[in-house]
């Protein structure tokens, strides 16, 4: 069955002919919204692993990481070709020196065909976008932004410490660069609508981004959010509400944009609150069945 939407394995399996998997990569990074620099508290709902596997804190090297995925994700989904993802905190937040080194140390392992380069609008620089088109002649490179919402009174609140038009400028910078362009964007976060989310979509479908991830919410240990969670002050979606909010999305994203992610994978010994987000197959199957049940498709009120 055709899927109504245009996912990520579709779109790698139809440049490199393969099955290609990300593989997570964390290189001791951290971020301006913990060393001091905007603040030392991060934003609220990340934790001290930085959304990330905490390898680099185990003595794990990116080649050892690299290496050890690839093992674990060819025994299971029978990729051949995979895609150095570096999602720990902000990957390009250090000297182009620093990063030029974890970049090649990836690039070196055999089968790696690509960079996944997560990262903050506000802490990308000429140089480190010269060196990304620089690799990007060669293998696939896509810059992760996370935004997160569109409304900078949402951003003030989960100290994001950014706003919309510092996510915007750096799309502008990115684009003409051969550079593919992710945003991240979190439905449910402290007291935005459904009109607010539905509008965060509208604002990005414009923007010449080449691909989304659609995030929940979810709560998890040693974070300002579970203080909040635990206070009776914030509460979580429903898992069909959010299956229904996804499919709104769907609806109003550009037909072409890669959807690169519908819902999360929070790591099971850190997760507080909603427990169905563990159950990442069933909220899939129900984000399916509400396409079919509409007879809708991505795309299908876009209007640019």
Request: aromatic share 8%.
């Amino acid at each position: 069955m055709k899927k109504r939407y245009n996912d990520l394995n579709t779109y790698l399996r139809g440049i490199f002919n393969c099955r290609v998997q990300k593989i997570s990569v964390d290189a001791g990074l951290t971020c301006p919204n913990r060393d001091g620099t905007i603040s030392t508290g991060g934003c609220i709902f990340c934790n001290g692993n930085g959304s990330g596997t905490g390898a680099h804190g185990k003595g794990l090297s990116v080649s050892d990481q690299l290496l050890q995925g690839k093992r674990g994700l060819q025994r299971r989904y029978k990729a051949k070709k995979f895609i150095a993802y570096f999602q720990s905190f902000t990957n390009t937040y250090a000297p182009i020196d620093t990063l030029r080194s974890i970049y090649e140390e990836a690039l070196s392992i055999d089968d790696i065909v690509g960079l996944s380069i997560g990262t903050r609008p506000d802490c990308i620089s000429t140089p480190v976008l010269e060196l990304f088109e620089h690799y990007a002649r060669q293998y696939l490179i896509w810059v992760e932004y996370g935004l997160q919402s569109a409304h900078d009174r949402t951003l003030e609140f989960i100290n994001r410490g950014h706003t919309f038009n510092c996510f915007k400028n750096a799309v502008n910078r990115t684009r003409n660069r051969n550079i593919r362009i992710c945003a991240h964007i979190i439905l449910g976060l402290p007291h935005e609508t459904r009109r607010d989310m539905l509008d965060t979509i509208k604002a990005i479908s414009d923007l010449g981004i080449d691909g989304v991830k659609l995030h929940l919410l979810y709560v998890v240990k040693g974070t300002k959010l579970e203080t909040l969670y635990r206070q009776n002050n914030y509460t979580c979606l429903e898992q069909h509400e959010y299956a229904e909010l996804i499919c709104d999305m769907l609806e109003l994203l550009p037909p072409d944009m890669i959807i690169q992610r519908l819902t999360g994978d929070p790591h099971p010994d850190e997760l507080i609150a909603p427990l169905w987000s563990m159950r990442k197959s069933e909220t899939l199957t129900l984000i399916n069945s509400i396409l079919m049940a509409r007879d809708s498709w991505q795309g299908k009120f876009f209007a640019k």
